[in-house]
């Protein structure tokens, strides 16, 4: 089955963000879910202190909510959750397995909420109806007969701070740290690289900084699609004159434009706010080049300042007080050569300098970064770079400044602070010997591209998922998809239907979950869950509406009866107890965290949250040095092959499109890119195109320059787009067959999927969608 749409059509888009646009994208995904217009009273209860917490994005929720405090796509994920469509046993039963396989992601997704536990049957190629108590005694019997390291649990960000301590518990429990998640495909370079530099491993900066800042730096971050909410502390901050810096190789519309949707004026006027006050089309992996370029401008006019008797630039007192390595980072930084930093990065001398002119200006200097500045074989290094530049002028704790990670899912910087990571210096595992009683597993687990190499060469046999579309969103599809069928066991704890369902393992259940939206009842009557945004606030949520089925449970729930079926009793860890009332749950949380969750119960509704301590912000540096440690890194290349690549070879960037949520497809249209109707296209620049030989709105094969096996996509249509030349750009997830597993930042091991080397040949196969 394919899906039906309408004719694609590319045409720019000269609206700005969030206005008219957003509202009509809005209307339309309601619609199409079944979602009453009045139900969309329900939006009015997200992200507020007696509310729900959006389902989509990590971004910060302010402590004096707007009256509408969603955006377009926190809207959309909302309608998506809540659908009115149900994929049930009849629903399985009509469609083998093997079919569905051919099925898109979005009409996957588009069959609605899953409703009963199911498990694969191998004679019929089935799903079939299973009870509660079936699947779990199977699973644990499964898991019971396996060597403990040989299974992995991973976790997509999403999940409560209380499902997800439970789930580390059991994983530990059961004998390993193989506790991937989300995030090692996303801000792992964040984790490592923050760390190391400035002793903690998540950004600095909270949601009042916005209000103090005199300038916002910002690398790769698509605010206008993945972080829409930012969009008014951008707006605000612009109407006080606070200069915005843009790094990002594609003009994103939410970086150049707003207008506000829940503004009647700027509504009504078509008013929309400048955004970016300088735009600068960086080459993907050019960041460290183009950062390196401002570090050494303002490096040399500290000393043509000091020279002449004036002021320096640099903050001398800071340097020498908090940091460890600058005169190695100034060597470093003085030795490098402009022809080359201008080559690497695309942009000119002057350009780079303008960028640390404002800098050097600003008393308060927030730097904000996403996906383009982590997903690069040198993503830790990047990371490191900003950092590096930010303390040449004490840009960190200090009000208004600071590192500003935007993290992916609503709680996987959460996961991280409650023990999901395959790090074992990361958990406390001597508290939780003491707590619970047993001797927690010492040896380092796996993390994404380790649970994929254990699978590949048959050491991991079986893949436990709370949440997530893990088998879409890694590399190397066709290679992973292989492997991944020949597990033992696989077991997805979802609300929708995706392809990580499809490709099974010999055993296979998938186990049909609460969403955070809806009503959680258990014993002590409707329960809270917390999670942590990206700016370190812990935040409660209560559902609000009734559960889709009474065949679903709660996440808490589904981990507990896993443990149970899989575990020796304990009697410290009381499961049914804590199933049986949250509260317990946190109660745990703080006695395994004292200082970061101390009265969380008492506190999480307080409206802003609750902050966690964040020992950098108080420029207490938890770094092996004892201070923010300067790091020199290898050179200004973020990918060492890149010598290697032949002329033709093209870097290609995989990203998300306004219309997804990461692997959930909500519709063909990318409104801000002016892509209607289609995924598969190829951003390119018309040179490129002309140079290359080929001609706008061409289909063509994209293959990936590599020795070690043939990678392709087939079919995708060329778009003519303002993309620097030698870049080209495409959709994640359907990319991601061109990913190297062994393409990943050498520090973190993130897969890099913002610059792969490709090269382009005109299409075999006829025209496609
Ligand atoms: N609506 C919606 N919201 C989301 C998501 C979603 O899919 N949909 N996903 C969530 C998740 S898990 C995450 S991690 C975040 C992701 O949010 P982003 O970090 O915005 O991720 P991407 O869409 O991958 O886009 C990265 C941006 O980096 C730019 N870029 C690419 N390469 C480079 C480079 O080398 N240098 C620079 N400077 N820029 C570059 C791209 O042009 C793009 O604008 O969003 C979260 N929020
Ligand atoms: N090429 C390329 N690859 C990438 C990226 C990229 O930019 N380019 N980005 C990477 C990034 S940043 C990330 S975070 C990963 C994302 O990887 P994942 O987090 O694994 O994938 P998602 O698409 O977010 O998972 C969607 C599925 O989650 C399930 N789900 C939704 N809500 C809930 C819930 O409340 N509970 C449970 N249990 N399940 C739920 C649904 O079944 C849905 O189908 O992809 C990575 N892959
Ligand atoms: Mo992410």
């Excluded at 046993?89 to 409703?115: I, K, M, N, S």
């Excluded at 939206?517 to 009557?525: N, R, V």
Aim: hydrophobic share 35%; proline share 6%; charged share 25%.
């Amino acid at each position: 089955m394919t899906d039906k749409m309408a004719e694609p059509k590319i045409e720019a888009y000269d609206g700005p963000a969030g206005g008219w646009g957003s509202a009509q994208s809005l209307t339309e995904i309601l619609l199409r879910e079944g979602i009453p217009v009045s139900g969309a009273a329900l939006l009015m209860k997200q992200n507020k202190p007696d509310g729900f917490m959006c389902v989509s994005c990590a971004w910060a929720k302010p402590a004096k909510p707007l009256t509408f405090e969603y955006c377009e796509n926190g809207a959309k994920a909302t309608a998506w959750e809540q659908t009115a469509k149900r994929c049930g046993p009849d629903f399985f039963a009509r469609h083998t397995v093997t079919e569905l396989r051919d099925w898109t992601d979005y009409a996957l997704e588009e069959q609605g909420r899953l409703t009963h536990p199911m498990r694969y049957d191998a004679g019929s190629d089935r799903y079939v109806p299973v009870s509660w108590d079936e699947a779990t005694a199977a699973i644990g019997r499964e898991l019971r007969a396996l060597d403990p390291k040989s299974a992995v649990f991973y976790a997509s960000g999403r999940a409560s701070l209380e499902t997800s301590y439970m789930y580390g518990l059991l994983a530990r429990m059961y004998g390993n740290n193989n506790l991937p998640d989300s995030s090692n495909m996303c801000h792992e370079p964040t984790s490592v690289g923050l760390k190391a530099s400035i002793g903690v491993p998540v950004g600095t900066v909270v949601l009042e900084d916005f209000d103090t800042t005199d300038l916002i730096l910002f690398f790769g971050q698509n605010v206008g699609s993945n972080a829409p909410r930012m969009l008014h502390q951008l707006q605000e901050a612009r109407k006080r004159r606070v200069p915005i810096v843009t790094f990002n190789p594609l003009r994103e519309r939410g970086l150049e434009r707003f207008t506000n949707p829940q503004s009647v004026v700027e509504m009504a006027t078509r008013h929309a706010t400048e955004i970016s006050t300088q735009y600068h089309q960086v080459k993907a992996g050019g960041d460290l080049a183009a950062i390196t370029g401002m570090c050494k401008a303002l490096i040399a006019a500290d000393r043509e300042a000091l020279g002449v008797g004036r002021p320096g630039i640099l903050d001398r007192s800071f340097i020498d007080e908090h940091t460890h390595g600058f005169d190695a980072f100034a060597a470093y930084c003085e030795s490098q050569d402009w022809a080359a930093l201008e080559g690497r990065s695309g942009l000119t001398r002057t350009a780079i300098e303008a960028a640390a002119t404002v800098y050097a200006r600003a008393r308060a200097v927030i730097g904000v970064y996403g996906m383009g500045l982590t997903q690069h074989r040198k993503g830790t290094e990047s990371v490191q770079m900003l950092v590096n530049l930010l303390l040449l002028r004490g840009n960190i704790g200090r009000k208004g400044a600071g590192p500003c990670p935007v993290r992916g899912h609503s709680n996987v910087q959460g996961q991280r602070t409650v023990g999901i990571t395959e790090k074992p210096e990361l958990a406390p595992l001597d508290v939780l010997k003491e707590q619970y009683g047993f001797e927690p597993p010492r040896e380092k687990g796996l993390n994404t591209v380790e649970a994929c190499e254990g699978i590949v060469s048959g050491d991991v046999k079986a893949f436990i998922s709370l949440g997530g579309n893990f088998v879409r969103a890694i590399p190397e599809t066709v290679r992973m998809e292989e492997a991944w069928r020949t597990m033992r066991l696989t077991v997805q704890i979802s609300t929708k239907l995706n392809r990580s369902h499809l490709i099974n393992g010999e055993v296979a259940y998938i186990l049909p979950c609460l969403g955070r939206i809806e009503i959680d009842t258990q014993a002590s009557g409707p329960q809270a869950v917390s999670m942590e945004s990206s700016t370190s606030c812990f935040h409660g949520s209560r559902g609000k509406t009734n559960p889709v089925s009474d065949q679903v449970r709660s996440e808490p729930w589904i981990v507990a009866e896993i443990a149970k079926a899989t575990l020796e009793p304990n009697p410290n860890v009381p499961w049914d107890s804590w199933v049986g009332d949250y509260s317990r749950i946190r109660g745990a949380m703080e006695a395994t965290y004292p200082s970061v969750f101390h009265n969380l119960e008492g506190r999480m509704f307080e409206p802003g949250g609750i902050h966690k301590p964040l020992a950098a912000r108080d420029r207490r540096w938890e770094t092996e040095t004892g201070k923010a440690n300067f790091t020199v890194p290898e050179g200004i290349e973020a990918d060492p092959d890149m010598p290697l690549r032949g002329a033709d070879a093209l870097d290609l960037i995989t990203l998300r499109s306004n219309d997804q949520f990461n692997t959930t497809v909500y519709g063909y249209d990318d409104r801000f890119r002016g892509v209607k109707g289609t995924r598969t296209i190829l951003f390119m620049n018309a040179d490129d195109i002309a140079r290359l030989g080929f001609a706008d709105a061409e289909i063509v094969d994209v293959t990936t320059v590599s020795d070690d096996r043939v990678r392709s996509v087939k079919g995708l249509r060329i778009v003519a787009y303002n993309i620097p030349p030698g870049n080209c750009a495409g959709y994640y997830p359907e990319l991601n067959p061109l990913i190297p597993l062994w393409h990943h930042d050498e520090q973190s091991k993130t897969p890099a999927a913002k610059a792969i080397p490709v090269t382009i040949a005109r299409s075999a196969s006829t025209l496609q969608g």
